[in-house]
């Protein structure tokens, strides 16, 4: 019979989270080097754009490529870089419920706060204004990367390969957004899917 989440597995989620966040913050490295890839990209783009040389119909689809690449270097590594023993100690404290609620909010808030910086870049560099909706898109990639992540983590498989692991499950998303910024529902569906796939697959491979 399946678990059902409890008052207990959100504090436990929670704490997973913030464990995750914490961790980060205290190795200082994977948030620091992607800002520095951002600030560069940020500016050189807006150099572009000023001196008429990059036509404003490239900048949604520069805006977008530029954000995968920093989410695929943002998730991977914050989760490939803690050691296996680590990992084997998590599974032993934390529950699977916990486990999975931790870390798609983890993934989740890192596809969002990214698209956020990116948004703001956009916005005061170079002119363009993504959708808002596009967050909900930026979420759903967030989740996809962190639980391709995951996997790679779990395997000790490369940065390489969780790269590939995730490719293929979000050209549909990043195509659907290039091409139809406002389409909401799609967009819901994805994300519903992402969740769904998360939910499903996170507490089954924390168990084994």
Do not use: C
């Not at 205290?26 to 560069?40: E, K, V």
């Not at 990209?41 to 036509?55: A, D, E, M, T």
């Not at 890192?110 to 870049?121: A, E, Q, S, Y």
Request: charged residues 10%; proline residues 6%.
């Amino acid at each position: 019979m399946a678990q059902k989440p409890s008052k207990t597995t959100f504090a436990e989620a929670w704490h997973f989270y913030w464990w995750l966040w914490k961790l980060e913050q205290r190795r200082r490295q994977t948030l620091p080097g992607t800002l520095l890839f951002i600030a560069l990209i940020g500016l050189l783009v807006g150099l572009l754009k000023k001196r008429n040389l990059l036509p404003s119909t490239a900048l949604p689809v520069i805006f977008w490529i530029s954000y995968l690449f920093t989410l695929f270097q943002a998730i991977p590594k914050s989760l490939l870089d803690i050691s296996p023993e680590s990992w084997r100690w998590l599974q032993v404290l934390v529950p699977p419920l916990g486990a999975a609620g931790g870390l798609i909010g983890y993934a989740f808030s890192w596809g969002v706060g990214l698209w956020g910086i990116w948004w703001g870049v956009g916005v005061v560099l170079w002119g363009y204004r993504p959708e808002p909706l596009s967050v909900i898109t930026a979420g759903s990639l967030g989740l996809v990367v962190g639980l391709t992540a995951f996997l790679a983590a779990l395997a000790r498989l490369s940065y390489a390969t969780a790269h590939v692991l995730a490719l293929p499950l979000v050209l549909m998303p990043l195509l659907l957004i290039l091409f139809r910024g406002d389409a909401l529902i799609e967009n819901l569906l994805y994300l519903g899917a992402a969740l769904t796939l998360s939910g499903v697959l996170l507490p089954f491979l924390w168990e084994g």
